[in-house]
Structure formats: structure tokens, C-alpha cells
């Protein structure tokens, strides 16, 4: 097996497409419109690949086409990638290898080591929209900045196996990334931050402590929501997400990270028609700091309450209000 980043050259030459889904190639994803074979399918392309590398049928299952691409750069890409070219050796590392990917896919916490490992390969728990974030492992082994996806690939392959078993020699890769998770997280332990579930509206209302958005952790109106702690602990099949701000209340609604794939076990999540809600819920508003407008800037975002300048604004509406308004309709 040997891999190549995808490119137009590679359109009319037959490939197995390992995590991306491209034309004219055999598919190993979890991306929607993915032609996996239904033995294989799994929640991330990873698991999907160690699927096929275990399968007595591997090579029926290839066809044998040994040339692998991939059509973009992030942790599950990566991992899928090199589990398909290190056949059985990725066996002996799946219980690495899946909660690597689903931190990174999914922003999801199974262990620390693999929360980190996803950050050094990819930047973050989920780059923030809008701002390059090249790998911080892929940027370290060149000594300059990889904005080439193709480039970082050559680099990371060959250290994933490292990385993954001896995460803690990265630590200058993780740190920063790694302590606004764990502050989020913490804030959850000591129910500073908390989740109210409305299970029969498959509703999670996560209400965020204001220092999680302290000059320490993160800043409401410049990065995503801390998702790797939210989905620690909010079940439901949508988020209502808000922290304090002065004078109010800032929101985001947001689908769980993981609807944005084809997924096996995780349930399919239904996208829903807010328009009717929006309009009452602009009603309630009592001040003129911002509208609840629908926002797809973001995999999972649907709704957020934003100001003129698009940033998060303070709501007037108390979130046991808000949760209402969403659990009924």
C-alpha cells in the first residue's frame, strides 16, 4: 500500500478512498454519500479502516488497488490513513487508534492521551471557523509552518505510532489546547458548569461557568464552544449552550458533534426546521442587543444570538425560558 494525497491527477486512477470521499475510487468513510461496504461501516473512518485491515476478505474488499488518498488533513484522516497502511501492526493499536478519532471527528473524551494525541495531530479539539490551523506535530518535524495538506501528511504518518504510545514527549504540542479542555471539564466535576436534560425534546441544556470563558479559557465571541467537555456530559440530541455575560445571557444552539457523519452507533440526528421558532422567540426579546438568527458557520451549529457584528450578544431571556421555547417546539 502506498499513499497520495488526492489531487485532480488522481481522478481517472483507481484508489481506495480512506476517510475523504473522492470519484472513481472504493470507500473506506464515514462521510455522508459514502459507498463503504455495509460489513465495514463504522461511527469513524479509523474504526472503518481497522475493519478492513481484520477482514478475512481484505483483499476482495480492496480489489487490490494499493494506492490510498485522502482528499483533506485532520486526526481521523490521519489515523484511518495510517491504519490501512500498517495492516496488522494497527490491530495491536485500535484501543488508541478509535478514541483518538473520535476526540478529533467528534470532539469526544474517552482518555486523556487520546484528546492529546487528536490536538498535536490536528491543532485543537475542533479549529476554530474561519482561522488556519495547521498541525502543530506536522509543524514541529518540518521546524516551519505546513499549511500543505499533502506536506503534513508526509510528515505525520511516519510518527503516529509514537505519538499515539508515547503521547507525553508531545507536550509542547498539547498543553495550551489540553488546559482549556480540562478547565471546562473541571468546571463540570465541581458543577460550576452543569447539564439540565429534557429527554422526552432529546434537549441538553449546558449552562457554562463564567470563568470557563475567562482570559484563561475560552472567549465566547472568538471560539467554539469547549465541545470536548459538553459531550462528556450532555446526552441530548441537540444543545442548548449559554454562559452569563453582562447584562444577559449568550447562546448557541448546536447539534452534537458527531451528526455531521453517516454514524452506526451514535443515533442519526434529524436537522430541524427553527423558522417559525425564531420569529417568537425574536418577539420575547425585550432588548435591542442582538436577533436569534439560524448559523451553519460552524458542522453543528444551527441556531446562535448574535449582534450587528456578528459576534455572540447577551440575550434577555433567562435560559429556563429559551429551554422551554426549544423543548416545545
Given amino acids: 500500500m502506498r499513499f497520495e494525497f488526492y489531487h ?25 454519500g459514502n459507498q463503504t461496504p455495509a460489513e465495514l461501516k ?5 474504526e472503518i479502516a481497522l475493519n ?13 488497488i494499493e494506492l490510498v488518498t485522502n482528499n483533506h488533513f485532520d486526526t481521523d484522516g490521519v489515523l484511518s490513513v495510517w491504519t490501512v497502511l500498517a495492516g496488522d501492526r494497527a490491530l495491536e493499536l485500535r484501543d488508541k487508534l478509535i478514541p483518538a478519532a473520535e476526540a478529533g ?7 486523556e492521551n487520546a484528546v492529546r494525541a487528536s490536538i498535536a495531530i490536528q491543532g485543537s479539539d475542533q479549529p476554530t471557523p474561519g482561522e488556519e490551523s495547521a498541525s502543530p506535530l506536522a509543524c514541529r518535524l518540518a521546524g516551519e509552518d505546513v499549511p500543505d495538506d499533502a506536506r503534513a501528511y508526509e510528515l505525520v504518518l511516519p510518527e503516529v505510532e509514537r505519538l499515539l504510545t508515547r503521547t507525553d514527549e508531545y507536550e509542547s504540542l498539547w498543553r495550551g489546547a489540553w488546559e482549556r479542555i480540562a478547565l471546562a471539564i473541571e468546571s463540570f466535576e465541581r458543577g460550576a458548569s452543569k447539564v439540565t436534560e429534557f429527554p422526552d425534546a432529546g434537549l441538553s441544556l449546558v449552562t457554562l461557568a463564567p470563568e470557563v470563558f475567562s482570559s484563561s479559557g475560552f472567549n465566547p465571541t472568538r471560539h467554539a464552544a469547549p465541545y470536548t467537555a459538553i459531550s462528556r456530559y450532555a446526552k441530548g440530541q441537540l444543545f442548548l449552550i449559554t454562559t452569563p455575560m453582562q447584562h444577559g445571557w449568550a447562546y448557541r444552539i448546536d447539534y452534537p458533534y458527531y451528526s455531521w457523519a453517516e454514524t452506526v452507533v451514535r443515533p ?11 420569529t417568537e422567540i425574536n418577539q420575547l426579546e425585550s432588548g435591542r442587543e442582538g436577533l436569534w438568527k439560524l448559523d ?4 453543528t451549529s444551527a441556531i446562535k444570538f448574535l449582534s450587528v457584528d456578528g459576534t455572540l450578544a447577551a440575550s434577555r431571556l433567562r435560559p429556563d425560558e429559551v429551554a422551554r421555547l426549544f423543548s416545545a417546539g
Fill in 296 to 299: 451553519n458557520s460552524e458542522m
Fill in 8 to 32: 485532480s491527477g488522481l481522478d481517472d486512477v483507481p484508489k481506495l478512498s480512506v476517510d475523504g470521499t473522492v470519484d472513481n475510487a472504493v470507500h473506506f468513510s464515514h462521510w455522508e
Fill in 268 to 278: 442519526r440526528i434529524r436537522r430541524r426546521d427553527f423558522s417559525q421558532l425564531l
Fill in 42 to 46: 463504522a461511527d469513524t473512518s479509523t
Fill in 52 to 64: 478492513l485491515v481484520a477482514a478475512p476478505n481484505r483483499n476482495e474488499l480492496t480489489q487490490g
Fill in 105 to 111: 471527528d467528534f470532539s469526544e473524551f474517552t482518555n
